[in-house]
């Protein structure tokens, strides 16, 4: 099995052209990331609109990816949907098309309890040989894994080996390293505004929102840390915050792409029901990526 990565994983965009996926534009993207030094690439997640993608166009964004990635970052899949049998078909396609490792957000709508996403991810986790990746993001999906749910299955299940915390209570995070901080388990902030904080506080990296846009910026700031080079990431940290408060004024991924898009790297596209950012939101993007220098 793997080992998971540590650093800046990027939750990377699929761009649309006429409708259908712009694999060109999605080519030079995952090249940009790689040669910024992004130590993960994961496809099909929220930010890459996985929920609409069909499964032919899921497998042909894993075999470019893997191709462009081979021995310099790992290809993590978003598999996750509110369907457990549903959700280890797309695991499995992943796994066939030469992922590393899949991410698994909680499933949402259904309003499962603590036995029933415990139950969910062990069944999974029976049927897959992939390193797992619990996603927990409770504004998305209604429903929060507690940190004794997360323990249990990092203790009891082999493949299950990280979380992406998207939780905004950052206390949850410290309680999930409490709890497993003896264990082979990796915690990722998901949020690039509390990346800074989670390192400190021991999380391996950030799956990153931001990367899309700024990636040797989000792997400086980490590689920082991780070096022990507080105040040199706290700067980095602190010039980041605009950006990171943009891409999130309207429904991720819709500022990102609209970012990408004034950076003319994709078109402004997008599959229903997202549909692109209003104009006052494309002003504030243009604000902050000339403040940072990204355009002029």
């Not at 259908?20 to 090249?31: C, G, K, S």
């Not at 996985?50 to 899921?58: K, M, Q, S, V």
């Given at each position: ?216 910026e989000m792997v400086e700031m980490v590689e ?73």
């Amino acid at each position: 099995m793997s080992k998971m990565f540590e650093g800046v994983g990027t939750a990377i965009v699929t761009p649309f052209k006429n409708g259908e996926v712009d694999y060109e534009a999605y080519r030079n993207l995952v090249r940009w990331q790689v040669e910024s030094g992004v130590k993960a690439i994961i496809v099909a997640g929220t930010t890459g609109e996985g929920a609409t993608l069909t499964i032919e166009e899921r497998e042909r964004l894993i075999q470019i990816t893997k191709e462009i990635c081979e021995g310099k970052a790992q290809v993590i899949v978003g598999t996750g949907t509110n369907d457990t049998h549903k959700s280890l078909e797309l695991s499995l396609s992943a796994e066939k098309n030469g992922a590393d490792a899949v991410l698994i957000v909680t499933p949402y709508y259904n309003k499962p309890t603590q036995e029933g996403l415990y139950a969910h991810y062990k069944y999974l986790s029976e049927r897959i040989t992939l390193p797992i990746i619990i996603y927990n993001v409770p504004s998305r999906t209604g429903v929060n894994i507690a940190p004794e749910t997360v323990a249990r299955l990092a203790a009891e299940c082999r493949n299950v080996k990280a979380i992406k915390e998207a939780n905004l209570d950052i206390t949850q995070a410290d309680e999930i390293y409490r709890l497993t901080k003896n264990l082979d388990f990796y915690i990722y902030s998901g949020n690039d505004d509390r990346a800074f904080h989670m390192i400190c506080a021991g999380a391996k990296g950030v799956i990153s929102v931001a990367s899309n846009v700024v990636p040797k910026e989000m792997v400086e700031m980490v590689e920082a840390l991780f070096r022990g080079e507080l105040q040199n990431a706290l700067n980095l940290h602190v010039r980041l915050i605009p950006l990171f408060k943009v891409l999130f004024i309207e429904t991720n991924p819709m500022p990102v792409k609209g970012a990408l898009h004034i950076m003319e790297r994709i078109q402004n596209e997008f599959r229903l029901p997202l549909v692109p950012p209003k104009e006052s939101t494309m002003e504030k993007l243009r604000a902050a990526l000339r403040e940072l220098g990204v355009i002029s």
